[in-house]
């Protein structure tokens, strides 16, 4: 199986399928934020709005902690994980932890 074919829902259930719980699985990354965009997003923060890089840095580290989790997933012998969630958190001033989490189940 194809870590791409690991199913990751944020549901308990999958309709139409049993399964049985392996586990709990993550998949988890650190980003440091890029000095240069880190002074425009200073200017920003200033006038107010949304401020893109941040934006577009925080969705790359969700894109790779699901990646990741697939991948543990695929690890343990999963053909799902049901029930994830998210988590992130400023490590630093200039640092993004990201963490994907669920329940690796496997269809009976």
């Known amino acids: 199986m194809e870590k791409s074919e690991i199913l990751v829902t944020t549901t308990e259930h999958v309709p139409g399928r049993d399964y049985e719980i392996i586990g709990e699985v993550f998949g988890l990354t650190t980003q440091s934020k890029n000095v240069v965009k880190n002074i425009g997003a200073g200017f920003k923060n200033i006038?107010?709005?949304?401020?893109?890089?941040?934006t577009e840095l925080l969705t790359e580290a969700r894109d790779i902690a699901i990646e990741r989790l697939r991948k543990n997933a695929m690890d343990m012998g999963a053909d799902?994980?049901?029930?994830?969630?998210?988590?992130?958190?400023?490590?630093?001033?200039?640092?993004?932890?990201?963490?994907?989490?669920?329940?690796?189940?496997?269809?009976?």
């Open 47 to 54: 006038v107010g709005g949304e401020i893109k890089a941040y």
């Open 80 to 108: 799902a994980v049901v029930m994830m969630r998210f988590d992130s958190d400023s490590i630093s001033a200039d640092m993004e932890t990201v963490a994907a989490y669920g329940t690796a189940v496997k269809f009976k």
